[in-house]
C-alpha cells in the first residue's frame, strides 16, 4: 500500500476512535433502553435491578449482573407519582440515590460545544500533517512546485548540447533581469516560451536553468495536474497559479507537458468532448491575456507534441516565442557525455569522444542512461573503473543495424525477440539520406532472410521486424521522399490527419485527395522496390557464399566478431567498408 494512502487511513481510524469515545462519554442516552414504568416495578421486584438513580422526570438505572465486574445494561423509565417507590426499592435490596441536574449552559457546553471543539481541533491538526494545500477547502488551489530565488540550483552551465536554444532563452534571462532595457524603448517583454522537441532532450532542465540564471522564483507543474475529475477545478488552479505568480514577481511559471492541458478544441468530436479539459484551457489563454507582462511573469511551457496544440495557445501575444529543443549533434553529445561522466570512476582508455560518434540520435536522457548502464556494469563485474567496453556493452542494449560500417557482429541474443544482432555505426551524423543509401538499408534488412533461403531452402518466421523495417523506408520512398519514378517529386501522404487542421479522411484509404488506383499503384511501387534489393541480396550471398559459411562458422566458435575481425575475414580494408555495398 502506498504510503501517503496509509498515512490517511491511519488517521481516518483514529477519529472514528476519538468519535466513538465521545459519544460513550458524551452522549450516553444511546446506549440506554427506555422501559414502561410498570416493567420497571416488575424488574425491581424480581430482584433483577442493582442501582437506580432518581432524576428530576425520571428515573436510570442498572441491571444486575451475574460477573463480579460486569456491568449491567442502562434502562430509563418515566418518573411518576409513586408513594412506596422508596419502601419497595429497600426491600427488593436496590442501592437508590437522588441526583442533581445542572442547569441547561453547562449541558448545551458538555453535550455540544466540547465534544464539536475537540473534532475541529483533530480537524486542524490532521489538515496541518496533510500539508499546505490538500485540504477540503483546498480543490481549487494549483499543485504548483515553487523554487524560491536560491532554491533553483541549476545554471546555463549544467545544461550541454543544447547551444542555440540556451542563445535563445539567454535573451528571456535578460528581459528579467533588465526589463527596462526593452520597455524605455516602447517593447513588450514576451508573454510565453514554447519549447519544442522530442522527450528526454532537457526541455525541463533548460526551463530550470533559465531561473537559475535570472534569479527569480520557480513555478513548476505538469499540464496534467490541472484536470481534475470535479468540474471547474481546473480553471480555479490556473486562475490560483496566475495570482501567486504576480504576487512573487518576477518570476518564471513552467507548465511541462503543456499538450496534456492545450489539446486542440474539437479534436475528439467524433468520441465525445472533455468539457473540464476544454474549460481549464479556456481560463488559461483568458490568464495568458490578462496579466501585465512589465511586472516581470514569464510563461515557459514545454512539450514534445507540437502538432496537437490548440492553435489560440500559439498566436502572438500567447506563447510568442517557440525554442527547439532538439537531439544534439556530435559536438553536443561529447559535451553531454563529458558532463554525466563526471562522477564515474573511468579506466584511461575510455575514449568520451568515440562513444558520441558511435551514439547518433540519442537525446541528453539516453546518454544519461548508457553512462549509468555502464557504471552500474563496471560494478557488476567488481572493476575498480568502467571501462570502454562497458559503455560498448550497454549501447549494445539499444542499438540497431544501419548501412553503416559494421562495428560488431554477434549471436547473442539482445534485447526483446532479437536472436542476434549487427552493430552498425556511423561515421558521422547523418540528417539527410540519398535514394541509394535508403535502397542499401532495404538491401542489409532484407540480407537475412536471403540468406535463410540461400542455405536452408525455406525462411523462418526470425525476419519478421528487419521486413517492417524495409517495407516502412520502401513506403517513404515512394509515399514521401518522391523517390519513385512512376510518381516522381510528389507527396503522397496515406496517414490520417488530425481532425483540428480541417481535412476530411477515411481510415481505411487515407486522405480523400488521393484516389483508389493510386494508392494501389503506391503498393506496387514499393513491391518493386522490395523485390529488387532483395534481388540484390540474394545475388550477393549466392556469389559469396563461401564467405557466408566461413563466417557462419567463425560465429558459432566465438559468438561475437569485431569490425575489424570481419573485414579481415572478407578481404575487405576498413576505409573501402564505410563506401562499398553494405550487403557485401
Known amino acids: 500500500m502506498d504510503k501517503k494512502a496509509r498515512f490517511s487511513l491511519l488517521y481516518f481510524l483514529f477519529i472514528f476512535l476519538i468519535m466513538y469515545l465521545i459519544q460513550s462519554l458524551f452522549f450516553p442516552g444511546a446506549h440506554i433502553q427506555r422501559v414502561p414504568y410498570n416493567e420497571f416495578r416488575k424488574l425491581v421486584r424480581e430482584g433483577k435491578v442493582e442501582r437506580v438513580d432518581i432524576l428530576g422526570d425520571r428515573l436510570r438505572g442498572r441491571m444486575r449482573t451475574a460477573g463480579a465486574q460486569a456491568q449491567g445494561r442502562l434502562f430509563e423509565t418515566a418518573k411518576v407519582e409513586d408513594p412506596g417507590l422508596i ?99 516602447g517593447g513588450k517583454i514576451p508573454r510565453g516560451v514554447l519549447l519544442v522537441g522530442p522527450p528526454g532532450c532537457g ?224 561515421t558521422e551524423d547523418r540528417y539527410l539520406l540519398s535514394r541509394s543509401e535508403l535502397e542499401d538499408r532495404i538491401a542489409v534488412l532484407l540480407a537475412g532472410r536471403a540468406a535463410e533461403e540461400e542455405v536452408f531452402g525455406e525462411v523462418s518466421t526470425g525476419a519478421q521486424n528487419d521486413l517492417q523495417r524495409a517495407t516502412d523506408i520502401a513506403r517513404s520512398m515512394v509515399t514521401e521522399f518522391g523517390m519513385s519514378a512512376r510518381f516522381g517529386p510528389q507527396s503522397l501522404r496515406t496517414e490520417p490527419r488530425p481532425l483540428f487542421l480541417g481535412s476530411t479522411f477515411s481510415p481505411q484509404t487515407g486522405p480523400s485527395s488521393i484516389s483508389e488506383a493510386t494508392l494501389r499503384e503506391v503498393d506496387e511501387e514499393v513491391e518493386k522496390i522490395i523485390t529488387a534489393a532483395y534481388h540484390r541480396a540474394q545475388e550477393i550471398l549466392h556469389t559469396r557464399r563461401e564467405s557466408l559459411e566461413q563466417l557462419s562458422v567463425r560465429l558459432l566458435e566465438q559468438e561475437t566478431l569485431g569490425g575489424d575481425e570481419l573485414r579481415a575475414a572478407l578481404g575487405v580494408e576498413r576505409r573501402a567498408a564505410a563506401t562499398a555495398s553494405p550487403a557485401g
Open 87 to 185: 419502601k419497595t426499592l429497600e426491600e427488593a435490596g436496590v442501592t437508590f440515590q437522588g441526583q442533581y441536574e445542572p442547569p441547561w449552559v453547562v449541558t448545551f457546553f458538555s453535550t455540544w460545544v466540547f465534544p464539536l471543539a475537540i473534532l475541529f481541533t483533530i480537524y486542524a491538526f490532521v489538515l496541518r500533517k496533510m500539508g499546505p494545500g490538500q485540504g477540503v477547502m483546498a480543490f481549487g488551489r494549483n499543485k504548483a512546485k515553487i523554487y524560491a530565488e536560491k532554491g533553483v540550483g541549476v545554471r546555463f552551465t549544467d545544461v550541454a548540447g543544447v547551444d542555440e536554444a540556451k542563445e535563445e532563452l539567454a535573451e528571456v534571462v535578460d528581459f528579467l533581469k533588465n526589463p527596462d532595457r526593452y520597455l524605455r524603448l
Open 203 to 426: 526541455k525541463t532542465l533548460l526551463s530550470r536553468a533559465v531561473a537559475g540564471e535570472a534569479g527569480v522564483s520557480f513555478f513548476s507543474i505538469s499540464g496534467s495536474e490541472f484536470v481534475e475529475m470535479f468540474v471547474g477545478m481546473g480553471a480555479a488552479r490556473v486562475r490560483d497559479l496566475f495570482a501567486q505568480a504576480v504576487e512573487k514577481a518576477p518570476c518564471i511559471v513552467f507548465i511541462d507537458e503543456l499538450d496534456a492541458l492545450g489539446k486542440a478544441r474539437g479534436m475528439s468530436g467524433i468520441m465525445g468532448g472533455h468539457d473540464e479539459r476544454e474549460q481549464t484551457l479556456n481560463q488559461l489563454l483568458v490568464e495568458m491575456d490578462g496579466f501585465d507582462t512589465r511586472k516581470g511573469v514569464i510563461i515557459l511551457a514545454a512539450t514534445n507534441r507540437p502538432e496537437i496544440l490548440d492553435s489560440a495557445l500559439l498566436r502572438p501575444g500567447r506563447f510568442d516565442r517557440q525554442v527547439l529543443v532538439d537531439r544534439p549533434d556530435l559536438e553536443g553529445r561529447k559535451q553531454i557525455l563529458r558532463v554525466h561522466v563526471r562522477n564515474i570512476v573511468l579506466d584511461p582508455g575510455v575514449n568520451v569522444d568515440r562513444i558520441a560518434e558511435m551514439t547518433p540520435g540519442l537525446s541528453g536522457a539516453d546518454l544519461a542512461n548508457l553512462a549509468n548502464e555502464a557504471a552500474l556494469r563496471g560494478a557488476r563485474h567488481n572493476r575498480n573503473a568502467v571501462t570502454m567496453g562497458d559503455f560498448e556493452e550497454a549501447f549494445e542494449r539499444i542499438a540497431a543495424g544501419t548501412a553503416d560500417p559494421v562495428q560488431k557482429v554477434s549471436i547473442i541474443p539482445r534485447g526483446i525477440g532479437a536472436l542476434g544482432y549487427t552493430l552498425q555505426r556511423p
